[in-house]
Protein backbone atom coordinates (compact mmCIF):
# COMPACT_ATOMS: atom_id res chain seq x y z
CA UNK A 1 0.00 0.00 0.00
CA UNK A 2 2.77 1.93 0.42
CA UNK A 3 2.65 4.85 3.50
CA UNK A 4 -0.08 6.91 4.07
CA UNK A 5 0.20 10.85 4.24
CA UNK A 6 -2.11 12.69 6.75
CA UNK A 7 -2.39 16.66 6.89
CA UNK A 8 -4.37 18.08 10.09
CA UNK A 9 -5.46 21.62 9.28
CA UNK A 10 -5.88 23.86 11.74
CA UNK A 11 -6.53 27.99 12.35
CA UNK A 12 -6.33 30.18 15.63
CA UNK A 13 -7.35 33.22 16.83
CA UNK A 14 -6.64 34.31 20.76
CA UNK A 15 -6.82 31.07 21.89
CA UNK A 16 -4.00 30.72 24.38
CA UNK A 17 -6.09 28.89 27.07
CA UNK A 18 -6.74 25.97 24.74
CA UNK A 19 -4.11 25.57 22.09
CA UNK A 20 -1.41 23.86 23.92
CA UNK A 21 -3.75 21.22 24.86
CA UNK A 22 -5.07 21.00 21.80
CA UNK A 23 -1.49 20.14 19.40
CA UNK A 24 -0.55 18.26 22.21
CA UNK A 25 -3.44 15.89 21.87
CA UNK A 26 -2.26 15.31 18.04
CA UNK A 27 1.49 15.16 19.00
CA UNK A 28 1.56 13.06 21.69
CA UNK A 29 0.90 10.13 19.90
CA UNK A 30 2.95 7.13 18.57
CA UNK A 31 2.12 7.55 15.21
CA UNK A 32 2.35 11.24 14.41
CA UNK A 33 0.96 13.62 11.48
CA UNK A 34 3.30 14.08 7.85
CA UNK A 35 1.93 17.31 8.27
CA UNK A 36 0.13 19.75 10.36
CA UNK A 37 -0.97 23.19 8.49
CA UNK A 38 -1.40 26.31 10.88
CA UNK A 39 -2.65 29.81 10.35
CA UNK A 40 -2.62 32.29 13.25
CA UNK A 41 -5.14 35.23 12.05
CA UNK A 42 -3.04 37.56 13.70
CA UNK A 43 -4.08 36.81 17.28
CA UNK A 44 -3.28 39.48 20.09
CA UNK A 45 -3.03 36.99 22.74
CA UNK A 46 -0.12 34.65 23.27
CA UNK A 47 -1.41 31.81 20.69
CA UNK A 48 1.25 32.24 18.30
CA UNK A 49 4.06 32.41 20.87
CA UNK A 50 2.83 29.05 22.54
CA UNK A 51 2.69 28.10 18.57
CA UNK A 52 6.49 29.17 17.77
CA UNK A 53 7.56 26.63 20.94
CA UNK A 54 5.97 23.39 19.18
CA UNK A 55 7.67 24.49 15.93
CA UNK A 56 10.80 24.73 17.08
CA UNK A 57 10.71 20.96 18.83
CA UNK A 58 8.89 19.54 15.51
CA UNK A 59 10.12 21.90 12.96
CA UNK A 60 9.84 18.70 10.53
CA UNK A 61 5.91 18.16 10.65
CA UNK A 62 4.72 22.00 10.85
CA UNK A 63 3.90 24.11 8.14
CA UNK A 64 2.85 27.26 10.67
CA UNK A 65 2.27 30.85 9.84
CA UNK A 66 0.86 33.64 11.65
CA UNK A 67 -1.21 35.81 8.71
CA UNK A 68 -0.19 39.26 7.82
CA UNK A 69 -3.13 40.64 8.93
CA UNK A 70 -6.49 39.76 9.88
CA UNK A 71 -8.03 37.70 7.38
CA UNK A 72 -11.04 36.56 9.34
CA UNK A 73 -12.36 33.08 10.25
CA UNK A 74 -13.50 32.29 6.89
CA UNK A 75 -10.88 33.38 4.89
CA UNK A 76 -8.25 31.76 7.61
CA UNK A 77 -10.40 28.68 7.27
CA UNK A 78 -10.39 28.45 3.39
CA UNK A 79 -6.99 28.89 3.16
CA UNK A 80 -6.02 26.46 5.22
CA UNK A 81 -8.25 24.17 4.01
CA UNK A 82 -6.75 24.86 0.25
CA UNK A 83 -3.24 24.38 1.37
CA UNK A 84 -3.78 21.03 2.54
CA UNK A 85 -5.82 20.09 -0.91
CA UNK A 86 -2.63 21.73 -2.37
CA UNK A 87 -0.51 18.86 -0.38
CA UNK A 88 0.72 16.04 -1.28
CA UNK A 89 -1.16 14.30 2.14
CA UNK A 90 -3.36 11.49 1.04
CA UNK A 91 -5.74 11.96 4.57
CA UNK A 92 -7.06 15.61 5.19
CA UNK A 93 -8.11 16.26 9.09
CA UNK A 94 -9.37 19.08 11.10
CA UNK A 95 -8.95 20.28 14.21
CA UNK A 96 -9.99 23.56 15.69
CA UNK A 97 -7.52 25.51 17.73
CA UNK A 98 -9.72 25.19 20.71
CA UNK A 99 -10.73 21.45 20.24
CA UNK A 100 -9.01 18.78 21.07
CA UNK A 101 -7.89 14.71 19.20
CA UNK A 102 -8.93 11.56 21.10
CA UNK A 103 -5.67 9.50 21.75
CA UNK A 104 -3.91 7.76 18.44
CA UNK A 105 -6.22 9.45 15.46
CA UNK A 106 -3.71 8.88 12.60
CA UNK A 107 -3.06 5.21 13.90
CA UNK A 108 -6.83 4.22 13.95
CA UNK A 109 -7.61 5.41 10.86
CA UNK A 110 -4.58 4.19 9.31
CA UNK A 111 -6.09 0.64 10.46
CA UNK A 112 -9.16 1.60 9.32
CA UNK A 113 -7.45 1.91 6.05
CA UNK A 114 -5.65 -1.34 6.07
CA UNK A 115 -8.68 -3.07 7.30
CA UNK A 116 -11.23 -2.02 4.62
CA UNK A 117 -8.13 -2.49 1.82
CA UNK A 118 -8.74 1.44 0.77
CA UNK A 119 -6.75 2.52 -2.06
CA UNK A 120 -6.10 5.85 -1.01
CA UNK A 121 -4.32 7.05 -3.99
CA UNK A 122 -7.60 6.58 -5.80
CA UNK A 123 -10.86 6.55 -4.42
CA UNK A 124 -12.70 9.27 -3.14
CA UNK A 125 -13.68 8.23 0.43
CA UNK A 126 -14.38 9.40 4.12
CA UNK A 127 -13.33 7.58 7.06
CA UNK A 128 -16.60 8.51 9.70
CA UNK A 129 -15.66 8.61 13.26
CA UNK A 130 -17.36 9.31 16.57
CA UNK A 131 -16.52 12.08 18.94
CA UNK A 132 -17.31 13.77 22.09
CA UNK A 133 -19.13 16.87 22.87
CA UNK A 134 -17.03 17.84 25.97
CA UNK A 135 -18.76 20.64 28.28
CA UNK A 136 -17.27 23.29 30.52
CA UNK A 137 -18.25 21.75 33.36
CA UNK A 138 -16.04 18.40 31.99
CA UNK A 139 -18.94 16.00 31.13
CA UNK A 140 -18.31 14.91 28.00
CA UNK A 141 -21.07 13.48 25.47
CA UNK A 142 -21.16 10.85 23.11
CA UNK A 143 -21.77 12.08 19.29
CA UNK A 144 -22.35 8.50 18.12
CA UNK A 145 -21.88 7.82 14.27
CA UNK A 146 -21.26 4.62 13.94
CA UNK A 147 -25.08 3.38 14.57
CA UNK A 148 -25.74 5.87 11.02
CA UNK A 149 -23.71 3.44 9.03
CA UNK A 150 -26.55 2.06 7.64
CA UNK A 151 -28.60 4.98 7.10
CA UNK A 152 -29.29 7.87 4.49
CA UNK A 153 -25.79 9.86 5.29
CA UNK A 154 -27.08 12.87 3.76
CA UNK A 155 -30.92 13.23 5.09
CA UNK A 156 -29.00 12.63 8.47
CA UNK A 157 -26.54 15.66 7.95
CA UNK A 158 -29.53 17.95 6.97
CA UNK A 159 -31.09 16.67 9.95
CA UNK A 160 -27.86 17.67 12.19
CA UNK A 161 -27.18 13.89 13.13
CA UNK A 162 -24.09 13.41 11.05
CA UNK A 163 -21.23 14.79 12.16
CA UNK A 164 -17.75 13.64 12.17
CA UNK A 165 -16.13 16.78 12.68
CA UNK A 166 -14.22 16.63 9.29
CA UNK A 167 -11.45 13.97 10.07
CA UNK A 168 -10.41 11.05 7.71
CA UNK A 169 -11.46 12.64 4.92
CA UNK A 170 -9.92 11.63 1.24
CA UNK A 171 -8.25 14.90 -0.70
CA UNK A 172 -9.63 12.82 -3.70
CA UNK A 173 -12.24 14.21 -3.45
CA UNK A 174 -11.28 17.50 -4.08
CA UNK A 175 -9.09 17.05 -6.93
CA UNK A 176 -11.90 18.74 -9.14
CA UNK A 177 -11.81 21.74 -7.16
CA UNK A 178 -13.56 22.71 -4.28
CA UNK A 179 -16.15 25.74 -3.07
CA UNK A 180 -15.29 27.44 -0.30
CA UNK A 181 -17.00 28.43 2.29
CA UNK A 182 -19.59 31.58 1.76
CA UNK A 183 -18.54 34.78 4.01
CA UNK A 184 -22.06 35.95 3.09
CA UNK A 185 -23.77 33.10 5.00
CA UNK A 186 -21.84 33.28 8.22
CA UNK A 187 -21.20 30.92 11.13
CA UNK A 188 -24.21 28.44 9.49
CA UNK A 189 -21.75 28.55 6.18
CA UNK A 190 -19.93 25.14 6.94
CA UNK A 191 -23.26 23.31 6.37
CA UNK A 192 -23.22 24.08 2.60
CA UNK A 193 -18.94 23.74 2.70
CA UNK A 194 -19.60 20.04 3.98
CA UNK A 195 -22.25 19.05 1.60
CA UNK A 196 -20.56 20.37 -1.24
CA UNK A 197 -17.78 18.25 -0.25
CA UNK A 198 -19.56 14.76 0.69
CA UNK A 199 -21.64 14.79 -2.71
CA UNK A 200 -18.31 13.82 -4.05
CA UNK A 201 -17.44 10.91 -1.96
CA UNK A 202 -18.15 7.73 -3.27
CA UNK A 203 -17.57 5.64 -0.44
CA UNK A 204 -17.88 6.17 3.19
CA UNK A 205 -16.49 3.92 5.92
CA UNK A 206 -17.65 4.03 9.43
CA UNK A 207 -15.42 3.05 12.10
CA UNK A 208 -16.66 2.60 15.87
CA UNK A 209 -13.74 5.10 17.69
CA UNK A 210 -13.73 8.32 18.86
CA UNK A 211 -11.57 10.57 16.61
CA UNK A 212 -12.37 14.29 18.13
CA UNK A 213 -13.24 16.32 21.43
CA UNK A 214 -15.27 19.50 20.66
CA UNK A 215 -15.41 21.72 23.38
CA UNK A 216 -19.17 22.85 23.53
CA UNK A 217 -19.75 26.80 24.12
CA UNK A 218 -16.18 27.55 23.60
CA UNK A 219 -14.68 29.77 20.57
CA UNK A 220 -16.07 31.97 17.70
CA UNK A 221 -19.71 30.13 18.11
CA UNK A 222 -20.06 30.59 21.62
CA UNK A 223 -18.93 34.83 21.45
CA UNK A 224 -21.64 35.10 18.64
CA UNK A 225 -25.53 36.35 19.42
CA UNK A 226 -27.64 33.25 19.44
CA UNK A 227 -30.05 34.46 17.19
CA UNK A 228 -27.46 35.39 14.94
CA UNK A 229 -26.28 32.36 15.05
CA UNK A 230 -29.97 30.71 13.66
CA UNK A 231 -30.73 33.66 11.12
CA UNK A 232 -27.51 32.13 9.64
CA UNK A 233 -28.43 29.08 9.48
CA UNK A 234 -31.97 29.88 8.14
CA UNK A 235 -30.07 31.48 5.50
CA UNK A 236 -27.68 28.18 4.79
CA UNK A 237 -30.76 26.01 4.79
CA UNK A 238 -32.82 28.43 2.28
CA UNK A 239 -29.50 28.35 -0.04
CA UNK A 240 -29.68 24.80 -0.24
CA UNK A 241 -33.40 24.43 -0.48
CA UNK A 242 -33.37 26.53 -3.56
CA UNK A 243 -30.24 25.10 -5.15
CA UNK A 244 -30.93 22.90 -7.97
CA UNK A 245 -27.26 20.98 -7.66
CA UNK A 246 -28.46 18.69 -4.76
CA UNK A 247 -32.05 17.74 -6.28
CA UNK A 248 -33.61 16.87 -2.95
CA UNK A 249 -36.19 14.62 -2.57
CA UNK A 250 -39.62 15.49 -1.17
CA UNK A 251 -38.37 14.02 2.95
CA UNK A 252 -35.28 16.33 2.48
CA UNK A 253 -37.10 19.09 1.14
CA UNK A 254 -39.46 19.04 4.26
CA UNK A 255 -36.97 18.36 6.88
CA UNK A 256 -34.97 21.87 5.19
CA UNK A 257 -38.42 23.18 5.70
CA UNK A 258 -38.77 21.94 9.33
CA UNK A 259 -35.17 23.68 10.16
CA UNK A 260 -36.33 26.80 8.51
CA UNK A 261 -39.27 27.48 10.04
CA UNK A 262 -38.08 26.58 13.54
CA UNK A 263 -34.86 29.10 13.46
CA UNK A 264 -37.44 31.59 11.73
CA UNK A 265 -39.05 31.31 14.97
CA UNK A 266 -36.05 31.85 17.08
CA UNK A 267 -35.06 34.43 15.91
CA UNK A 268 -38.35 35.94 15.79
CA UNK A 269 -40.97 35.24 18.08
CA UNK A 270 -44.35 36.27 16.22
CA UNK A 271 -47.37 34.32 15.49
CA UNK A 272 -47.08 34.34 11.99
CA UNK A 273 -43.32 32.24 12.06
CA UNK A 274 -44.98 30.08 15.05
CA UNK A 275 -47.73 28.97 13.15
CA UNK A 276 -45.47 28.33 10.41
CA UNK A 277 -43.14 26.29 12.11
CA UNK A 278 -46.30 24.68 14.06
CA UNK A 279 -47.31 23.35 10.12
CA UNK A 280 -43.83 22.10 9.54
CA UNK A 281 -44.05 20.11 12.33
CA UNK A 282 -46.90 18.26 12.55
CA UNK A 283 -46.16 17.32 8.33
CA UNK A 284 -43.35 16.13 8.84
CA UNK A 285 -43.92 13.02 11.16
CA UNK A 286 -41.79 11.02 8.13
CA UNK A 287 -38.74 12.85 9.79
CA UNK A 288 -39.78 12.02 13.26
CA UNK A 289 -36.24 10.81 14.20
CA UNK A 290 -34.77 14.15 13.63
CA UNK A 291 -37.36 16.23 16.13
CA UNK A 292 -35.39 17.65 19.19
CA UNK A 293 -36.65 19.04 22.90
CA UNK A 294 -36.00 22.32 21.24
CA UNK A 295 -38.58 21.88 18.78
CA UNK A 296 -40.88 20.32 21.23
CA UNK A 297 -41.20 23.40 23.70
CA UNK A 298 -41.03 25.78 20.50
CA UNK A 299 -44.53 24.74 19.61
CA UNK A 300 -45.92 26.22 22.75
CA UNK A 301 -47.51 29.76 21.82
CA UNK A 302 -44.68 32.94 21.69
CA UNK A 303 -46.21 34.44 24.78
CA UNK A 304 -45.33 31.62 26.87
CA UNK A 305 -42.54 30.29 25.60
CA UNK A 306 -41.24 34.56 26.19
CA UNK A 307 -41.60 33.53 29.76
CA UNK A 308 -40.40 29.95 29.68
CA UNK A 309 -37.34 31.51 29.00
CA UNK A 310 -37.11 34.52 30.98
CA UNK A 311 -37.20 32.16 33.75
CA UNK A 312 -34.95 29.94 32.53
CA UNK A 313 -32.53 33.17 32.28
CA UNK A 314 -33.32 34.45 35.54
CA UNK A 315 -32.61 31.32 37.19
CA UNK A 316 -29.32 31.13 35.25
CA UNK A 317 -28.29 34.69 36.60
CA UNK A 318 -28.74 33.36 40.15
CA UNK A 319 -26.93 30.30 39.82
CA UNK A 320 -23.86 32.01 38.09
CA UNK A 321 -23.99 34.78 41.10
Not at 126 to 133: D, E, G, H, K, Q
Amino acid sequence: MGKIRHAVLMVTYNQEKFICEALNSILNNKVLPDLIILRDDCSTDNTWRIIKEFVEKYPEIFDAKQNDHNLGIYDNMNLVWSLGIHSDCDILSWCSGDDLWAPNVIENLNRAIEKNNIDVKNEEFVIVTNSYLLFPNGKRSLWNNYKLRNKDIRLHRLGKKLNYREIGVSRNIFKNGYEPLRKDLGLASDTIFVLNNEAKVKKWYFENFEAAYYRVSVGVVSRENVKKLLKSEADAYKTLYNSEKFNFNRSEKKLIELWISFDNYIVEQSICNWLSFVKSYFSNFENIQFFTFRMFVALLPPLILNVLVTIKSKLKEKRDK
